[in-house]
C-alpha cells in the first residue's frame, strides 16, 4: 500500500460486476418483490475505491470495494456465509432506524465506553445496511454520529487511562473507523448525507487522536490486550492517512520489535512462537509452534488468532507487504503478506488452536515465559503448562473467520497442518449459524471476528445460491429465526451436529484416544426425521466421538443400542492419566430410544467411549436431553432366571417389570 513515491494522484474506478452476476442479483432481487415486501430500495449504492494521495486505499479497514459487493451481491443471491450475518445483523437493536446514539460528551469510565461503543456498532451496522439496501435513510444516524464525535474539542474527551480501557475500546475505534471509511467512500443521492474529509479529519482531530493518546497507541500490552489496542490504532491511521503511524502500527502487529517486554508481546511472532528451549529449565527442545497464551486459557488464546487475523486482513486491503522476517513495510516486490508472514505463522497458530479445542493433544507442552521485564529480572512468569480452562472454544465467528478467508487466498484447508481449522468449522456449523442469523455475533465486548463477512472475496464459499434465504434476509418483517437441517427443524442439542470424529481428521503423530483403522462414525436419519449419530462396535473394540458442545448439569443422552455397551466418559485425551467422570452400561433396546441421565457437567471436550460387551454391537446417539420429565434410569430386561451385568459401585441398576 505505502508506496516509495512521492504524491500519488487520486485514482477512481468503479468496481465491474460480472454480467452473470448481475443476472443472479436482478433474479433474486424481482423474486423478492412479488409475494413479500423488502427492505431493498431502487437505489444501488455506487462502489468505488479511492487511492489517497498518501497512496491509502479507501474504504480498506476490515474490507475494500470489491469485498463489500461481494457481500452485497451474494446477500440478495442468499449465498452463506453473507446472507446468514446479514439476517443476524438485521436482528439486532442497531438495525432499527429509531435506535437512538448515546452521543457520550466524555469518555472517563466503564459507562462511557460502553455507550461510545453503542454509536460504534450503530454507525456501522446501518453503513452496512445502506450498502446492501441503498436506502439512504441508513445514512442519517452514522453522520450525525460522525459529526458529534467530530466536534468534541474540549481537550479532556478523553482525559485519562482507567484500568482495561485499551482492551475495551480499540474494537469500537476500528469499528467506527471502518464505518466512516465506508460513508465516505460512497456518494448519496441527497448531498447533505455525504461525508466529507472535513468530516473526516474532525473526528480524527477531536475523538481518535485523544483515545490514541490516552490509552491505544501503545505497544506494551499483555498479550491479546496488545491487539484490542492496536487493532483501533492501525484503523485510525488509515482513516487519517497516516503514512508513519501506519507503517507503525503494522510492525507493533507483526513482530513490535521495540516493546520492552518481549514475553508478553501481543504480536504475530511472539504469540504464536517458535520455541527453541524450555524457559523454565534452559534445555534447548526441537523448534516448534505454540500459541502462547494457551497456558493461560484457551478463549484468551483464541482473541490473538482472531484480532491479529482482523488486522492482517485490514493490512491486506491497504495492498501492504512485509518483510518476510522483520515484519516492517517493504515494497510490494520484497514482501510478503502478513498472512504469510514467519512461513504462515498466523494461520498455523490458529491450527493449533482449533486442534486443541477439538480434542487432540498438544503436549509435551513447553514452558514459555509470559513475563520478561528486562527492568526487574526478577519478574519473570512463565505458562509451564497448556491450560485446559476454556477448551472447545471452536464455537465462535474466530472459527468461521479463519476459514472462510484462508480459503479464499488458497490455503490448503484438506490435507495438511491447517486442516484442523476446516474440521473445527464442519463440527460447529449449526451452533454457529444459530449464532450467525441471531446477530448473537455482533453485541459483544470483544472482536469475536464480527465483521469478517464484509470482507471475503467471491472465493470463499462454495455454497450456492439460495433465494429463499434472501427472501427470508431481506424481508421487511423478518420470520422466526429456526435452523433446519435435511428440512427438519434442529432443536436442542442434537448429536449428529455436535461431534468430532478425531480419527477421520487426524494426522500421523497426533495423540488422541482412537486410530487411523477406526470404523468410520455415520450420521443417519429415521423415517420419522429423527437425526442420529451411529457408532458401529467390532468385538471388544472400543470407539470415541467427542461432543463439541456444553454438557448441563443435570443433563441426560437420549441413545438406544441393539447389544450390552459399556459408556464412559472422559475430560481429557489421554485416558491413563484421568479416571473416568462416569460410567454407564446400556442395555439393549429392541430399537427404542431411552433418555439415559448422567451426572456431570461439561464445559469442555467431553470424550464418549463406547465399548462392547456381547460381541458386535450398533448405538445410536440422538441429543443431549434437557428435559428432566424425560430422564429416566436404565432398564434391563431378561427373560432368563439370572443376568450377568458388570456393574460398580454407585451405579443405578433396575429391572423392569
Known amino acids: 500500500m505505502i508506496r516509495h513515491l512521492p504524491l500519488l494522484a487520486i485514482s477512481l474506478f468503479t468496481l465491474a460486476i460480472a454480467q452473470s452476476d448481475r443476472t443472479l442479483a436482478a433474479t433474486s432481487v424481482a423474486s423478492l418483490t412479488e409475494p413479500t415486501a423488502t427492505i431493498l430500495s431502487d437505489n444501488v449504492v455506487e462502489l468505488r475505491e479511492t487511492i489517497s494521495p498518501q497512496g491509502f486505499v479507501h474504504p480498506g479497514i476490515s474490507c475494500n470495494a470489491e469485498t463489500l459487493s461481494v457481500m452485497r451481491d451474494n446477500v440478495r443471491a442468499g449465498v452463506s456465509p453473507w446472507v446468514d450475518y446479514f439476517e443476524g445483523l438485521r436482528r439486532t437493536r442497531f438495525a432499527d432506524l429509531k435506535q437512538r446514539p448515546r452521543l457520550v460528551r466524555q469518555i472517563t ?7 461510545f461503543a453503542h454509536d460504534a456498532h450503530l454507525a456501522w451496522a446501518q453503513t452496512i445496511l445502506y450498502v446492501v439496501t441503498g436506502n439512504e435513510a441508513y445514512r442519517q444516524t452514522p453522520l450525525e454520529i460522525i459529526r458529534w464525535y467530530g466536534s468534541r474539542t474540549d481537550e479532556n474527551f478523553f482525559p485519562r487511562y482507567f484500568a482495561d480501557s485499551h482492551i475495551k475500546i480499540g474494537k469500537y475505534v476500528y469499528t467506527l473507523c471502518s464505518a466512516v471509511d465506508i460513508l465516505r467512500s460512497t456518494t448519496p443521492k441527497e448531498a447533505q448525507l455525504a461525508v466529507t474529509q472535513e468530516m473526516v479529519s474532525a473526528l480524527q482531530q477531536n475523538c481518535l487522536l485523544p483515545i490514541r493518546k490516552t490509552c491505544i497507541q501503545r505497544n506494551g500490552y499483555f498479550m491479546n490486550q496488545h491487539s484490542y489496542a492496536i487493532m483501533g490504532y492501525l484503523a485510525s491511521t488509515i482513516l487519517g492517512d497516516e503514512i508513519e503511524g501506519y507503517k507503525q502500527a503494522v510492525e507493533w502487529t507483526t513482530v513490535n520489535a521495540t516493546a520492552a517486554n518481549q514475553g508478553r508481546n501481543g504480536s504475530i511472532k511472539q504469540q504464536i512462537r517458535l520455541v527453541t528451549h524450555n524457559d523454565k529449565t534452559g534445555e534447548p527442545v526441537e523448534p516448534r509452534l505454540q500459541l502462547v497464551e494457551m497456558g493461560r486459557d484457551q478463549p484468551h488464546a483464541g482473541g490473538n488468532v482472531d484480532n491479529l487475523l482482523m488486522m492482517s486482513k485490514t493490512i491486506d486491503f491497504q495492498k501492504t507487504k512485509v518483510h518476510p522476517v522483520h515484519g516492517t513495510v517493504v515494497a510490494a516486490n520484497e514482501g510478503v503478506s502478513p498472512v504469510r508472514f514467519l512461513d504462515d505463522r498466523l494461520p498455523k497458530g ?60 488458497g490455503l490448503d484447508l484438506e490435507t495438511g497442518p491447517l486442516r484442523y481449522i476446516k474440521a473445527a468449522y464442519d463440527a460447529t456449523a449449526v451452533g454457529r449459524e444459530q449464532l450467525a442469523r441471531s446477530g448473537k455475533y455482533f453485541d459483544q465486548l470483544h472482536n469475536y471476528a464480527f465483521d469478517f463477512w464484509i470482507g471475503l472475496p467471491a472465493s470463499a464459499s462454495d455454497a450456492a445460491p439460495d433465494p429463499e434465504k434472501a427472501k427470508r434476509a431481506l424481508a421487511a418483517k423478518l420470520p422466526a429465526l429456526q435452523v433446519v437441517r435435511d428440512g427438519v427443524p434442529v432443536e436442542g442439542q442434537q448429536i449428529e451436529f455436535q461431534f468430532v470424529d478425531l480419527s477421520a481428521h ?16 455415520q450420521v443417519r436419519r429415521d423415517a420419522d426425521g429423527t437425526g442420529y449419530l451411529r457408532l458401529a462396535l467390532g468385538r471388544d473394540k472400543p470407539r470415541v466421538f467427542v461432543l463439541a458442545s456444553r454438557f448441563p448439569q443435570g443433563a441426560g443422552l437420549r441413545l438406544r443400542s441393539d447389544s450390552l455397551v459399556k459408556l464412559r466418559f472422559y475430560r481429557d485425551e489421554d485416558f491413563s492419566r484421568r479416571s473416568p467422570i462416569q460410567e454407564l452400561y446400556v442395555p439393549p433396546m429392541q430399537g427404542e430410544w431411552n433418555q439415559v441421565p448422567a451426572t456431570f457437567e461439561g464445559h469442555g471436550p467431553l470424550y464418549i467411549q463406547a465399548t462392547p460387551l456381547a460381541g458386535p454391537a450398533m448405538i445410536d446417539f440422538d441429543r443431549v436431553e434437557t428435559d428432566p420429565s424425560l430422564i429416566r434410569p436404565l432398564a434391563f430386561e431378561s427373560a432368563d432366571n439370572t443376568l450377568s451385568i458388570p ?11
Open 109 to 115: 469510565n466503564d459507562g462511557d465506553i460502553g455507550a
Open 647 to 657: 456393574s460398580f459401585v454407585g451405579a443405578h441398576i433396575e429391572k423392569a417389570i
Open 506 to 521: 487426524a494426522l500421523p503423530g497426533d495423540r488422541y484416544p482412537g486410530s487411523p483403522d477406526d470404523t468410520p462414525l
Open 350 to 409: 490458529a491450527a493449533l488452536f482449533s486442534k486443541y479445542n477439538l480434542g487432540y493433544g498438544l503436549e509435551p507442552w513447553v514452558s514459555v515465559y509470559s513475563e520478561t521485564d528486562p527492568g526487574h529480572p526478577d519478574n519473570l512468569a512463565r505458562y509451564d503448562q497448556i491450560s485446559y480452562h476454556g477448551r472447545g472454544s471452536i464455537g465462535g465467528n474466530g472459527t468461521a473467520g479463519a476459514y472462510h478467508y484462508y480459503k479464499a487466498i
